[in-house]
């Protein structure tokens, strides 16, 4: 069983930042890649970030320069720091990991960007 326990989402203004973490807890052995994920509604959830368990990132065209996804293996979390944001990134961020490919869900944090 893997656990993913998420904090740091809120209300920003445009432009402004936030940082997600994203902390694993559990069956973590074996990881393929950690990421964040978002869902707005209406709208299907889409990757935002992921790190693999190489270190290789991967972005979605629309945060790309603006987002950065980082992990710390030590503490089993993964972060994403968020910078310049928009109102279109408001959306419920879900935190996955992927592992023996099954995929792994934190709850959910909100992120809403004011304009």
């Known amino acids: 069983q893997v656990h993913l326990v998420e904090s740091g989402g809120g209300l920003v203004q445009a432009g402004g930042s936030l940082r997600l973490s994203c902390e694993a807890s559990?069956?973590?052995?074996?990881?393929?890649?950690m990421g964040w994920y978002r869902q707005s509604p209406g709208k299907q959830r889409e990757l935002v970030a992921l790190v693999t368990n190489g270190g290789s990132t991967n972005y979605a065209d629309s945060v790309k320069g603006r987002f950065t996804i980082s992990r710390d293996s030590a503490k089993n979390t993964v972060y994403l720091q968020m910078n310049s944001l928009k109102p279109e990134d408001t959306a419920v961020y879900y935190c996955?990991?992927?592992?023996?490919?099954?995929?792994?869900w934190g709850q959910g944090t909100q992120v809403t960007v004011s304009s």
């Open positions: 996955n990991l992927r592992r023996s490919g099954l995929n792994y």
């Open positions: 559990g069956s973590i052995f074996s990881i393929n890649s």
